[in-house]
Nanobody, 114 residues
Framework: QVQFVESGGGLVQSGGSLRLSCAAS????????MAWYRQAPGKERELVAR??????DYSDSVKGRFTISRDRAQNVLYLEMNSLKPEDTAVYYC?????????WGQGTQVTVSS
């Protein structure tokens, strides 16, 4: 069964950094593109970073500040977030890309204070 468990969120001041982790099971990082998504209050969930055998891609809003990486042997996905802004406040989720709709985890809350 596919399962994603996100961790590493928290409260941080504007300009600060956080590193998110996602432990995945039931899915192979060797064959599956993975991504980080986020959902802010009142907004739709959006993809912010993806990683595949072809490389990495980022949304314009996080490009140059966030870095996605993965440990394929351990099936762990990471998101290094630097220069955080209040508009980065959201619940962050990991999932495959395209997302497996039935298998969203609980997410991890990131709150950036100004």
């Amino acid at each position: 069964q596919v399962q994603f468990v996100e961790s590493g969120g928290g409260l941080v001041q504007s300009g600060g950094s956080l590193r998110l982790s996602c432990a995945a099971s039931g899915i192979s990082f060797y064959f599956t593109a993975m991504a980080w998504y986020r959902q802010a209050p009142g907004k739709e969930r959006e993809l912010v970073a993806r990683i595949s055998r072809r490389g990495t891609d980022y949304s314009d809003s996080v490009k140059g500040r966030f870095t996605i990486s993965r440990d394929r042997a351990q099936n762990v996905l990471y998101l290094e977030m630097n220069s955080l802004k209040p508009e980065d406040t959201a619940v962050y989720y990991c999932n495959a890309d395209p997302a497996l709709g039935d298998y969203w985890g609980q997410g991890t809350q990131v709150t950036v204070s100004s």
